[in-house]
């Protein structure tokens, strides 16, 4: 029995050991991938070019990615679903004051993008996206994860009217696409030229953005 359970623990270890090694790699092809899209875009880069830079075979690429488009959908899941378990995340936290809360989240996640260089040139990737060729399939896709994102905006909107902190006339969905085209607007100007620091104007950017709505909500 004692033998058994060596072997096993042993067994297990290796597991262990080789699911991180293979998480490892598909990160370092991920990283990769942002590195020569960043620099050369999407269409001028070659699986070749992903492999060198990644320290890997291009087998290895083929193990986690049947060709340059699914590593591009990859950097959209990574990027994608870690927001929505942010905002679903806060959105279990029943604020008194959704507005409000909306606001600190935003400026939360504005300021963590700052410190996060990968996540700015992903970021970059799929706001300058032009899906053509075999990027064309995952148009609809992404247009569908950005609707997610919009409905959970809506919500903190939505729920601010159920609690009486915003004006029944308003339109929680024009209040999401306004603040919505706020902020692509201000991530465009921040990735693509030097007028925006995040880290000195996302407060008060966002601030600003939300004193308009002070007519409309009582932040008391």
């Known amino acids: 029995m004692y033998v058994f359970k060596a072997i096993r623990s042993c067994y297990n270890a290796r597991m262990r050991k080789t699911k991180e090694d293979t998480q490892k790699t598909r990160q370092d092809i991920l990283q990769a991938a942002v590195e020569n899209f960043s620099d ?5 880069t070659s699986l ?3 492999a060198k830079t990644a320290g890997v075979t291009r087998g290895a690429v083929y193990w986690h990615f049947d060709n340059k488009a699914e590593i591009f959908d990859a950097l959209h899941a990574d990027l994608h679903e870690p927001f929505i378990e942010h905002v679903l995340a806060d959105l ?6 959704p507005i409000l809360q909306l606001r ?15 996540k700015q040139q992903v970021m970059g990737l799929f706001l300058n996206c032009d899906y053509s060729g075999v990027l064309a ?13 919009l409905a959970l905006f809506q ?8 609690k009486g902190k915003l004006s029944p006339d308003a ?3 024009i209040l999401t696409l306004t603040f919505h085209c706020f902020l692509k607007g201000l991530l465009i ?27 409309v909500h009582d932040p008391a």
């Open 92 to 97: 279990e936290n029943d604020s008194p004051h």
């Open 48 to 50: 070749n070019d992903i």
């Open 137 to 149: 399939p995952f148009k609809a896709r992404h247009k569908a994860s950005k609707e997610e994102s």
């Open 189 to 215: 100007e921040y990735l693509n030229s030097d007028i925006i620091d995040l880290k000195a104007h996302a407060k008060p950017l966002i601030n600003q953005l939300f004193e308009g709505l002070k007519a």
């Open 104 to 118: 600190d989240l935003m400026t939360r996640l504005l300021l963590e993008l700052a410190q996060n260089p990968t």
């Open 171 to 173: 339109d929680p969905e």
């Open 40 to 44: 050369k875009g999407f269409f001028n």
């Open 155 to 162: 919500a903190y909107f939505k729920r601010a009217q159920d």
